[in-house]
């Protein structure tokens, strides 16, 4: 199975819908997307709202391509970029579903709880072996295998998760139903 064309990365909160169901690996080892944020460039939640830094530079590049950042010094967390070039949008995967490599990353990981392993941005992070080494990457090669959702997935939507501005907005995407969430929907 093919890696979505460009177009499918055209606008952020639809992209962050359009990916729940998909499968993402990294080096054979990742699963089903269960869970996104959008981020848009005029959104002042997003890395990109206060204009282009070296931090957040793969933001404003190509779609289809990785954005990777350190969140609180810790967990490397992946974005996929969306939008046209030099505008500044991503999608942050937030969980997923482990299908493929599972003692790959019960090692990463240190735990053996499957529901666990992938629930989180820093956990998808540490369980695909996310690295700053990722950042700017196109999604469509390797080490990124990227494959569209079988059939129409049921998609839920809500607020954003632990950020401080524009809260309201219902940009978090999930499979409804998953127990793979990061936290439930309400």
């Known amino acids: 199975m093919s890696s979505p064309s460009i177009d ?23 699963g089903r997307i269960v869970e996104t944020e959008a981020y848009d460039r005029e959104d002042p939640a997003s890395h990109s709202f ?12 190509p779609p289809a391509h990785a954005y990777v950042y350190r969140s609180y010094g ?7 970029v969306c939008r046209e070039e030099g505008h500044g949008a991503g999608v942050l995967i937030r969980a997923i579903e482990p299908l493929e490599g599972l003692d790959v990353m019960r090692q990463r990981r240190g735990l053996d709880d499957v ?19 990722h950042n700017a990457l196109p999604i469509d090669a390797p080490p990124f295998e990227l494959r569209p959702a079988k059939g ?31 936290r439930p929907f309400r």
């Open 8 to 30: 499918f990365f055209a606008a952020s909160p639809v992209v962050a819908r359009r990916l729940i169901g998909a499968t993402l690996l990294v080096d054979g080892v990742g």
């Open 50 to 61: 206060s204009g282009l830094t070296p931090r957040n530079a793969a933001m404003f590049g």
């Open 74 to 80: 810790i967990h490397w967390c992946l974005n996929i």
């Open 115 to 133: 529901r666990l392993l992938c629930a989180g941005p820093g956990r998808v992070g540490q369980a695909l072996g996310i690295t700053r080494e």
């Open 152 to 182: 129409r997935p049921h998609v839920v939507s809500g607020p954003r998760i632990g950020i401080s501005k524009a809260m309201d907005q219902p940009w978090r995407f999930g499979l409804e139903g998953s127990p793979f969430l990061s």
